[in-house]
């Protein structure tokens, strides 16, 4: 069964720096695409950024040159290092691979906040 567990999420001030985690069973990885969403209240789920299994990245415009993802094999973690936050980056952020076995898998998400 596959689980993906977020955590690192919080409140944190504009400019400041987050760093996200999405803890993985059932999966490998590192030979899976990987990615991160983010829903802020009252919109539509957003793709942030991806990982494909050559470790490829891709971001959304809106956070290029300020998120980073990245992955650990030995812990088969996937993680998402947020910078120079803005208040619109309010949002419950999700980990996701698009399809594993033919199917999407979600995390929970967790909530990132950011204080003007």
């Known amino acids: 069964q596959v689980q993906l567990v977020e955590s690192g999420g919080g409140l944190v001030q504009d400019g400041g720096s987050l760093r996200l985690s999405c803890a993985a069973s059932?999966?490998?990885?590192?030979?899976?695409?990987m990615g991160w969403y983010r829903q802020a209240p009252g919109k539509q789920r957003e793709l942030v950024a991806t990982?494909?299994?050559?470790?490829?990245?891709n971001y959304a415009d809106s956070v290029k040159g300020r998120f980073t993802i990245s992955r650990d094999n030995a812990k088969n973690t996937v993680y998402l290092q947020m910078d120079s936050l803005k208040p619109e980056g309010t949002a419950v952020y999700y980990c996701n691979t698009p399809s594993y076995r033919g199917f999407p898998y979600w995390g929970q998400g967790t909530q990132v906040t950011v204080s003007s």
């Open positions: 990982i494909t299994s050559s470790g490829n990245t």
């Open positions: 059932g999966i490998i990885v590192s030979i899976n695409h």
